[in-house]
T-cell receptor, first 114, second 115 residues
Framework: GQQLNQSPQSMFIQEGEDVSMNCTSS?????WLWYKQDPGEGPVLLIA?????ELTSNGRLTAQFGITRKDSFLNISASIPSDVGIYFC??????????????FGTGTLLAVQP | DAGITQSPRHKVTETGTPVTLRCHQT?????MYWYRQDPGHGLRLIHY???????DKGEVSDGYSVSRSKTEDFLLTLESATSSQTSVYFC??????????????FGEGSRLTVL
């Protein structure tokens, strides 16, 4: 099936550092989303992007919808220990209707050392 | 937090036995999904529902069936569990408003071990 290539697979950083991760695909998506999963819990939506080129922030998080519509980026500024978790990108190719399935990336594991 | 509960949260079963996982929502959202999460694979869609009695297959549907007889409940059944179905299963819901159908709310997961 379709896959989203998410990188890096894992990151080990010091508190206060900035973080960048990205997601690429060979297919075009109409929507890109970023989720975070804390240990032992379900993923939680961080940011949703609906237009090519769109740049959206949520606190210290900033995500961009790539111009080609085949990629997306997530940046975290000034990381803190509670940023620890797995970050997933997800792409959607259709608006609404019955075929609104998401394709998820394989995740980026982020560890932050105080 | 979105009102989604999954049950059971943990289950250990033997190969060949039937298993049913339940997802219950109190949000009256139209769409419901079942995903499985495995190391190296991220989240993969098993089945989803776009209304009562309306369901469709995802990318890894073999060996699974679903039913949705009420808006609030979405059941995932493994007719004859196999060790390859050992995984963490997540239920998710989303609204049906236009472009926002990708904004999923996830349950806390059900960890299934098939011996």
């Amino acid at each position: 099936g379709q896959q989203l290539n998410q990188s890096p697979q894992s990151m080990f950083i010091q508190e206060g550092e900035d973080v960048s991760m990205n997601c690429t695909s060979s297919s075009i998506f109409n929507t890109w989303l970023w989720y975070k999963q804390d240990p032992g819990e379900g993923p939680v939506l961080l940011i949703a992007l609906y237009k090519a080129g769109e740049l959206t922030s949520n606190g210290r998080l900033t995500a961009q919808f790539g111009i080609t519509r085949k990629d997306s980026f997530l940046n975290i500024s000034a990381s803190i220990p509670s940023d620890v978790g797995i970050y997933f990108c997800a792409g959607q190719q259709n608006y609404g209707g019955a075929t609104n399935k998401l394709i998820f990336g394989t995740g980026t594991l982020l560890a932050v050392q105080p | 937090d979105a009102g989604i509960t999954q049950s059971p949260r943990h289950k250990v079963t033997e190969t060949g036995t039937p298993v049913t996982l339940r997802c219950h929502q109190t949000e009256n959202h139209r769409y419901m999904y079942w995903y499985r999460q495995d190391p190296g694979h991220g989240l993969r869609l098993i089945h989803y529902s776009y209304g009562v009695k309306d369901t469709d297959k995802g990318e890894v549907s073999d060996g699974y069936s679903v039913s949705r007889s009420k808006t609030e409940d979405f059941l995932l059944t493994l007719e004859s569990a196999t060790s390859s179905q050992t995984s963490v299963y997540f239920c998710a819901i989303s609204e049906s408003r236009g472009t926002h159908t990708g904004e999923l709310f996830f349950g806390e997961g059900s960890r299934l071990t098939v011996l």
